[in-house]
């Protein structure tokens, strides 16, 4: 079932709780099981009927723009009278609760229940047809709530423990903030590119960042940004044989979306790169945000090299690098976004 994930205000008819902790991780446990994981608490039966299938078919939708199938979650089904502790300190937990006595539909997003940083739905209905058709109204915003918590927790790890040498680097010389793990390195950067990569035997993570001139809206278009990224990587990113160079795969589509970025106007872009010239490709996903008191664009992209590994939490990992992009300049750029709201 093809999902929508931008669509985070969706309209609904049934009470939302959000709970949080107001002292986050006090006296819990950390957060145990493997990034991309989901503990799903529901009967076994109801786990194998139309219910579980729901929820597969949601929570385990093939992640979108990789180049081979990986699920959006790993799912693990426990029964409710296995739950133990063992369970739940999982990172990411959905318990499912159906019983006549549930005469209100609810769903909750708790934080921190029994761990820290944990994600928790509590989802209650009085049948499965009731349950099925809550989760069927609201399958974006579940998905949307654990990606984000995936996303939230290593962006807290790398703005703890970061390559501080890279950091000083980009904020003097293209005066922005960006948070990338120890191990990183700078392969190339001029005045307005920068390549950062970290190597492994077995897979490469690669973040371009340059920035390029706003003229007008067009330039947030998927075109417009998808020749400049095709102009700036065949400059700047060569492949291993003579007259090799990266390129964007155009053969699969692109998933392109317009954004708000720390209240700055943004689009994300997720694709396929491959190498002209050579067999080499992978995932990629870029973010480009105008900073307004520069009149200048500034990509940051986050690319994976593992034709042996699967390549999902790579990317997310990645992904969580380039979205802790920050202007130094932002107070600036606040007031010139608001007097351009004003004048529209």
Not at 181 to 186: D, L, M
Not at 201 to 216: A, F, H, M, R, V
């Amino acid at each position: 079932m093809k999902r929508v994930f931008n669509n985070l205000m969706l309209l609904i008819s049934i009470s939302f709780i959000w709970v949080s902790c107001d002292n986050p991780g006090a006296k819990l446990e950390t957060i145990t099981g493997k990034a991309g994981e989901v503990v799903i608490v529901i009967g076994k039966e109801t786990w194998k009927g139309s219910t579980g299938s729901l929820i597969r078919e949601v929570l385990a939708q093939p992640q979108a723009s990789l180049p081979q199938e990986e699920p959006m979650f790993n799912l693990i089904d426990v029964p409710p009278e296995a739950f133990i502790n063992l369970f739940k300190s999982s990172r990411n937990i959905l318990t499912v609760k159906i019983s006549p006595s549930y005469t209100e539909p609810k769903v909750e997003f708790v934080n921190d229940t029994w761990a820290y940083p944990q994600a928790v739905i509590n989802i209650q209905a009085s049948s499965l047809e009731n349950f099925e058709e809550l989760f069927k109204a609201n399958g974006d915003k579940i998905l949307s709530y654990y990606l984000k918590a995936e996303k939230d927790r290593l962006k807290s790890v790398y703005l703890k423990s970061h390559e501080k040498a890279i950091y000083k680097a980009l904020h003097d010389d293209l005066k922005i903030n960006l948070y990338v793990p120890v191990g990183f390195n700078i392969v190339k950067k001029d005045s307005d590119f920068v390549w950062i990569r970290y190597d492994t035997p077995l897979i490469t993570q690669n973040i371009l960042i340059y920035s390029y001139k706003y003229d007008s809206d067009s330039t947030f278009t998927e075109n417009y940004q998808l020749v400049k990224r095709n102009l700036i990587t065949k400059k700047n990113v060569p492949g291993p044989l003579p007259g090799s160079y990266m390129t964007t795969e155009t053969e699969l589509p692109l998933n392109f979306n317009i954004l708000k970025f720390n209240d700055n106007y943004a689009s994300e872009m997720r694709g396929l790169w491959r190498v002209e010239n050579d067999f080499m490709g992978g995932p990629f996903i870029s973010l480009s945000v105008l900073d307004a008191s520069r009149r200048r664009v500034i990509t940051v992209e986050g690319n994976v090299y593992a034709p042996k590994n699967e390549k999902r939490n790579y990317l997310r990992q990645l992904e969580a690098m380039i979205y802790s992009m920050e202007f130094p300049s932002q107070k600036i750029n606040d007031k010139i976004n608001k007097q351009l709201e004003i004048g529209n």
